[in-house]
């Protein structure tokens, strides 16, 4: 089974001043297993393709990751950002579904 060591993006909200919330990407390390790789192309309106991923990443989670599942957006892959669609929890693993490219905010 291939590994995996990468960031995984949370968006949290911050308060910055009374009553102003902003979103703040954080970027966090994992190690885990790639469970599943499987790429498609998906039709579109577009001109272009999109391109998506059913990949399921498998990471050991620490007690960020158990707090904070709802803020998962993205793990960084080969270099792109991927949405998270949808975290399984099998204690003492996470397994992340990934989908499309992710085009939010990311931590630089």
Do not use: C
Not at 91 to 103: A, D, E, K, T
């Amino acid at each position: 089974m291939p590994k995996f060591y990468g960031p995984v993006g949370y968006i949290t909200e911050v308060e910055t001043a009374v009553d102003v919330i902003e979103n703040k990407p954080v970027e966090r390390m994992y190690k885990g297993d790639l469970v599943r790789n499987n790429r498609r192309l998906e039709n579109g309106v577009d001109i272009n393709d999109n391109v998506s991923i059913s990949n399921q990443i498998s990471i050991v989670a620490d007690a960020y990751a158990n707090n904070h599942i709802h803020d998962m957006r993205y793990v960084k892959w080969r270099g792109t950002a991927w949405k998270v669609t949808n975290v399984d929890v099998e204690p003492p693993r996470l397994i992340l579904s990934l989908g499309g490219v992710y085009n939010g905010e990311t931590k630089e």
